[in-house]
């Protein structure tokens, strides 16, 4: 018995169709390939498919981000040739309510913390100085004219971070 992990995301396309990204790891090393034209092609029949395996390097949460979130000016106006980006205008064609990833069971789900930067930071025992792995900015105008910048970063393998901050530390 092979198992695996299996997270599949949905991104909605200005057209009114739906788009998924489909990501499949084995629980202890990896997966054979998968060719799209002779495996998984056939066996969607939904239409185009196009499959590839991420590098060991690719940031996943970075890679989902930006396609479940911004979408390209030509995608929402067909007669503009810039290859330009909307960032986060994705995020309108999203239904209230809806999940947006599916996934199978035993899939870790990371932790979240909420607050001020350097609090959080310093609960977790990091330096204010660490970099973050991934960080994503949403900005919105508010009503009153005002503009707002929400800022999400993620740091990846914190027990190490952790670690190497400490080293840091002892050597100052």
């Known amino acids: 018995m092979v198992l695996v992990s299996i997270l599949v995301v949905l991104e909605p396309q200005a057209s009114g169709s739906w788009h998924l990204h489909g990501l499949i790891k084995k629980k202890n090393g990896k997966l054979p390939y998968l060719d799209n034209n002779s495996v998984i092609a056939p066996m969607w029949r939904q239409g185009f498919t196009k499959t590839k395996r991420l590098k060991d390097s690719d940031n996943v949460a970075a890679y989902l981000m930006a396609y479940l979130t911004d979408m390209p000016k030509d995608e929402i106006m ?67 004219g005002k503009r707002l910048i929400h800022i999400t970063e993620f740091y990846d393998n914190i027990p190490d971070k952790k670690k190497t901050n400490h080293a840091r530390q002892d050597n100052d």
Do not use: M, W
């Open 78 to 144: 067909p007669n503009v040739k810039s290859k330009s980006i909307l960032k986060g205008a994705r995020l309108h064609f999203y239904p209230s309510g809806v999940h947006i990833y599916r996934n199978s069971r035993g899939i870790k789900r990371p932790t979240n913390f909420k607050g001020f930067k350097g609090q959080v930071l310093k609960d977790l025992g990091l330096s204010e100085d660490i970099t973050a792995d991934a960080t994503f900015n949403r900005k919105q105008k508010l009503k009153d």
